[in-house]
Nanobody, 125 residues
Framework: QVQLVESGGGLVQAGGSLRLSCAASGRTFGSYTMGWFRQAPGKDREFVAAISWSGGGEIRYADSVKGRFTISRDDGKNTVYLEMNGLKPEDTAVYYC?????????????????WGQGTQVTVSS
């Protein structure tokens, strides 16, 4: 069982930056593939970025955030990060951290067994 807690959301102007953090419970964090997803009002939850478990060596991004967002993990701190630069109004959403045991850095929400409560990111124009 993994519990996830996101932080770092907020209000930022277009072009600005934010860093989201997701702290995980448990002693086997390195075994989990981690993902970031987002959901805007009235829209489906969508994939943002994923990083595989420590031995997997895989990182994947949605096309809409490539070159602007960076996912990373610190297994010593049981934390995964999402550095967001060049933010746009269309990045406004609730951002969720998710985890699954091992496997690829996947894009499908239903592959992830554990989810955080979400953190709001609002980008003003």
């Amino acid at each position: 069982q993994v519990q996830l807690v996101e932080s770092g959301g907020g209000l930022v102007q277009a072009g600005g930056s934010l860093r989201l953090s997701c702290a995980a419970s448990g002693r086997t964090f390195g075994s989990y593939t981690m993902g970031w997803f987002r959901q805007a009002p009235g829209k489906d939850r969508e994939f943002v970025a994923a990083i595989s478990w420590s031995g997997g060596g895989e990182i994947r991004y949605a096309d809409s955030v490539k070159g602007r967002f960076t996912i990373s993990r610190d297994d010593g701190k049981n934390t995964v990060y999402l550095e967001m630069n060049g933010l746009k109004p269309e990045d406004t959403a609730v951002y969720y951290c998710a985890a699954k045991l091992g496997g690829r850095a996947g894009e499908r929400t239903y592959d992830y067994a554990y989810w955080g409560q979400g953190t709001q990111v609002t980008v003003s124009s």
